[in-house]
């Protein structure tokens, strides 16, 4: 893989936790990437916000550890990664 590469990983992650799935990816690319550790993060927080009605139906993704603010983490999430592709492609 030559491509610049934008990795993310949430650092409480209780699905795929550190350092059984990105590390490995991470360990493997030929040149380290830009790599970001969201602190307070769970795995589903990398989903946009829930509406009211996904967050009755599905709390276990749409609940957030307490502190983390998923929409003010979507901004910059967002922003870095149009970021990332102005500066690489």
Do not use: K
């Amino acid at each position: 893989m030559r491509a610049p590469i934008q990795l993310w990983r949430a650092a409480d992650d209780g699905h795929q936790p550190h350092p059984y799935y990105e590390e490995a990816v991470r360990a493997a690319l030929p040149q380290p990437p830009e790599y970001h550790v969201v602190a307070n993060a769970g795995h589903y927080d990398f989903l946009p916000p829930c509406d009211a009605r996904l967050s009755r139906t599905a709390p276990g993704i749409c609940t957030s550890l307490p502190g983390f603010d998923r929409a003010a983490f979507h901004e910059r999430f967002n922003a870095e990664v149009v970021r990332f592709f102005l500066a690489q492609l």
